[in-house]
């Protein structure tokens, strides 16, 4: 505790502030050694390192002067501002609500605005200590109690009842090697979902991006509903929000978050479709989002929105006329080629490869293609079971038509 109070102390002096300013762009290694004999310098060194490693991911702590920041190993797991501030809009308000794996704070620290009353529980103490001078500050109209101990520990003792349970479990080992599958988990959420659910209606889960949905589904049927959370097209979580109610069906729901808006598209698991229609190649090619490709809703999204497949094995698709509100990547066709063309030597395009044996690596160098700045694409895939290599464009809708 006394590191953290000298550090809040360091943070109160703006020249401490300025020397973390003046130095985020710095090799803090170098700044490590100048600075070895100044305990308090090497504590402001601390700061920017982590700040570093935040830029992108936390982009209003990074830039908040009196924010606290553990070690960079504190922050790996760390949900984005951006998916937090999604879940936060997800969840119903309510009067109180736990998470039982706090870390740094950053989804309590946006769950929180729905509620009014938060429990807070982190092992770690030094962790726990430093996200509770953080959290007091940023959620001081709120009634917040901190705890440090273990998930499994809290829920022995745990008499009171929450409008939400959050859990975002530690994916990592004793060597920091990440786990996939949440009965590896700490804490283990298949051992602990009966004792979680018996103090809260709902519990919502996050889990590794790459976990297995159609399986945990079997493993967790208290599962009401799984959000599939994407940012920028990269899939960030998959989460599942559990409830003591019984559930007739499941839904899945998908996000991804733009620059310039959001893409979401729903659906009920199971509902997987067969025979999807095969169609000639059209003006117009469709790629799902990141979201939608891991919920497996790819044909179910093609469906609703009238569109063909290219290829039975294939996740693109295609359309005489534009879909502009299609939740994906969204294609005008330039030209048609025979794989690795020679007319496409030297052509300055950016490689996809879906349903095709190669990978875009391999495919930019074969061809000597120029990927650094360029605009266009290359397509590689199978259509009717042939390989092709469609050249494109991505269509990008105008502000006028968006009314902009």
Not at 119 to 134: G, I, M, R, T, W
Not at 342 to 349: D, E, F, G, T
Request: charged residues 30%; aromatic residues 8%.
């Amino acid at each position: 505790m006394m590191k953290i109070s000298r550090l809040k102390s360091l943070l109160q002096k703006e020249e401490h502030r300025n020397f973390i300013n003046d130095n985020l762009q710095a090799d803090t290694s170098r700044l490590l050694f100048k600075y070895a004999k100044d305990a308090d310098k090497r504590l402001l060194i601390e700061q920017i390192a982590s700040r570093q490693a935040i830029l992108k991911k936390l982009p209003e702590a990074y830039t908040d002067p009196f924010r606290l920041f553990p070690p960079k190993s504190n922050l790996e797991q760390s949900s984005s501002e951006a998916m937090a501030k999604l879940k936060a809009d997800l969840i119903p308000a309510g009067h109180s609500m736990a998470d039982l794996s706090g870390g740094f704070g950053i989804d309590f620290l946006y769950l929180m605005q729905n509620f009014d009353k938060g429990h807070f529980v982190e092992p770690e103490k030094d962790l726990c200590q430093l996200s509770a001078e953080n959290l007091r500050s940023l959620l001081a109209t709120k009634e917040l109690h901190f705890t440090a101990e273990r998930a499994e520990e809290y829920l022995e003792h745990c008499k009171e009842h929450f409008d939400l349970l959050y859990l975002d479990p530690s994916r990592r080992d004793s060597a920091h090697r990440p786990l996939y599958r949440p009965e590896e988990y700490q804490p283990n959420i298949l051992e602990i979902k009966a004792a979680l659910l018996r103090i809260s209606d709902r519990v919502l889960v996050k889990m590794s991006p790459m976990i297995s949905i159609p399986e945990y589904l079997q493993q967790l049927p208290e599962t009401q509903e799984v959000w599939v959370l994407s940012e920028r097209n990269e899939c960030k979580e998959v989460s599942f929000l559990l409830s003591s109610k019984k559930q007739n069906s499941v839904k899945i729901r998908s996000y991804n978050v733009l620059a310039d808006g959001l893409q979401y598209y729903e659906n009920e698991a199971g509902t997987k479709l067969e025979n999807m229609e095969l169609r000639e190649l059209c003006p117009y090619i469709y790629l799902p989002n990141s979201s939608i490709l891991k919920a497996g809703l790819q044909d179910e999204v093609a469906e609703d929105f009238k569109l063909g497949k290219l290829d039975p094995n294939s996740n693109l698709y295609t359309s005489v006329e534009l879909i502009e509100k299609f939740p994906g990547r969204i294609f005008i066709v330039k030209d048609i080629h025979k794989a690795y063309a020679k007319s496409l030597r030297s052509k300055a395009l950016q490689v996809i490869s879906r349903n095709f044996p190669d990978s875009p690596e391999f495919i930019s160098r074969k061809l000597k293609l120029k990927a650094k700045g360029a605009q266009d694409f290359l397509i590689a895939t199978k259509h009717s079971g042939k390989p092709v290599f469609i050249e494109a464009s991505l269509y990008v809708p105008s502000l006028e038509r968006n009314g902009g």
